[in-house]
């Protein structure tokens, strides 16, 4: 089956460094996917890995490791506009269908 | 207009109305999805179309029905809904291939049913 866990929620202070875990378990994996969404709005893309490793896009960084079933997400300098959802979500392939499955996702509160 | 579009963005109906959502993409994607969004849950799928056919029907109630009549557009029927059906129910376009890329979603439907 397909299952994806990450914390419900996280709280940190500003300019702070917060990372953000995620398990997951599935059986084509094809991909895993962080997205941030605010209150009331559409989830926005932040980052992709399909191989193991660290990317980095500016203030945000995310790992994987496929042999461990795991990602994170790092969210450095934090500023209070970072207060918002993150949502994990893995690519899935199953008999040529491609599905994205997401977590609950974890909401971060960003105080001053 | 660029990006993933849908419509209306607030809509309330009544468990014996039909109504419909749309969402229109941009992008030049091949892929459509619908997901629906209720509070402390994830998002759950509801249907994904590949080249305007559906490839995915995760058990979703046959009172909603997808329509796909080409690559950028795609609709939502709803009828004889229930007040649990009350949710978000966004949009998403992606390439379909195994080269994988993200998915772009739209704003959203937030739907109330009374």
């Known amino acids: 089956g397909q299952n994806i866990d990450q914390p419900t929620e996280m709280t940190a202070t500003e300019g702070a460094i917060v990372q953000i875990n995620c398990t997951y378990q599935?059986?084509?994996?094809?991909?895993l996917f962080w997205y941030q969404q605010h209150a009331g709005e559409a989830p926005t893309f932040l980052s992709y890995n399909v191989l193991d490793g660290l990317e980095e896009k500016g203030r945000f960084s995310s790992f994987l490791s496929r042999s461990k079933g795991y990602s994170y997400l790092l969210l450095k300098e934090l500023q209070m506009k970072d207060s918002a959802s993150y949502l994990c979500a893995v690519r899935d392939e199953d008999s040529g269908t491609y599905k994205y499955i997401f977590g609950t996702g974890t909401r971060l509160k960003v105080l001053a | 207009e660029t990006g993933v579009t849908q419509t209306p963005r607030h809509l309330v109906m009544g468990m014996t109305n039909k109504k419909s959502l749309k969402c229109e993409q941009h992008l030049g994607h091949n892929a459509m999805y619908w997901y629906k969004q209720s509070a402390k849950k994830p998002l759950e799928l509801m249907f994904v179309?590949?080249?305007?056919?559906?490839?995915e029907n995760n058990s979703v109630p046959s009172r909603f029905s997808p329509e796909c009549p080409n690559s950028s557009h795609l609709f939502l029927h709803l009828h004889t809904l229930q007040p649990e059906d009350s949710a978000l129910y966004l949009c998403?376009?992606?390439?379909?291939?195994?080269?994988?890329?993200?998915?772009?979603f739209g704003q959203g439907t937030r739907l109330t049913v009374v």
């Open positions: 599935t059986s084509g994996f094809n991909g």
């Open positions: 179309y590949s080249l305007e056919e559906r490839v």
């Open positions: 998403a376009s992606s390439q379909y291939s195994s080269g994988g890329t993200e998915a772009f």
